[in-house]
Structures are given as structure tokens and as C-alpha cells.
Nanobody, 122 residues
């Protein structure tokens, strides 16, 4: 069982940067793939990034590749999403999630946090 809690969301101007974090509880955190998803109003939840349990491999959705960086600190049971060059279309609720597999689809994740709001103004 893994419990997840996101933090760090907020309001930022276009072109700015923001880092969101996800703290996990559970002794087996380091064995899970962690993912970030986002959901804008009226839209489906969209894959953003994923990182393997070891931190040695990451994968990004096309709309954020080159701008966002995902990392993890297994000693702190925390994953991070550094977001640079933010655009208004990056606005949404950002969720972290945990999976026992290295997958990039919403249905592949077993545990979810409550989400943190990110708003990018133009």
C-alpha cells in the first residue's frame, strides 16, 4: 500500500518555473514506478512523466518533453517534477501516481494522490 501527497502547486506567469513534489508513505516506495499526470477542466487526465524505481530511466509526454524534468529521492520517499518554460496550456491539477510496472497510461497506475493545482497565467 502506498499513500501519496502532492504539494508545491500555485500560480505562475507564462515562461516561469515551478516545482511540485509528491511525498509517499509505505516501505516499498522504492520498488514502484512513479508517474505524474495532469487534468485540465473538461479534459481527460493526461500522462506527463514517469520514472523507474531506480531513477535511472524517465519518460515524458510529448507536450512537456524538453521543459519538464522528473526526479526521485528514494531516501526521502519523494518524487519531484521541475517545470520550466511554463505555458498557459500547462494549467491543471497535477497528480502523482504509483505503479508496479513501468507504464505511461492512467489505467496502469494503482495508487493516486489528491492532486495539486498549477495555474499558468498568460
Amino acid at each position: 500500500q502506498v499513500q501519496l501527497a502532492e504539494s508545491g502547486g500555485g500560480l505562475v506567469q507564462a515562461g516561469g518555473s515551478l516545482r511540485v513534489s509528491c511525498a509517499a508513505s509505505g516501505r516499498t516506495f522504492s520498488s514502484y514506478t512513479m508517474g505524474w499526470f495532469r487534468q485540465a477542466p473538461g479534459k481527460e487526465r493526461e500522462f506527463v512523466a514517469a520514472i523507474r524505481w531506480s531513477g535511472g530511466s524517465t519518460y515524458y509526454g510529448g507536450s512537456v518533453k524538453g521543459r519538464f524534468t522528473m526526479s526521485r529521492d528514494n531516501a526521502k520517499n519523494t518524487v519531484y517534477l521541475q517545470m520550466n518554460s511554463l505555458k498557459p496550456e500547462d494549467t491543471g491539477v497535477y497528480y502523482c501516481a504509483a505503479s508496479s510496472r513501468y507504464v505511461f497510461t492512467r489505467t496502469g497506475y494503482d495508487y493516486w494522490g489528491q492532486g495539486t493545482q498549477v495555474t499558468v497565467s498568460s
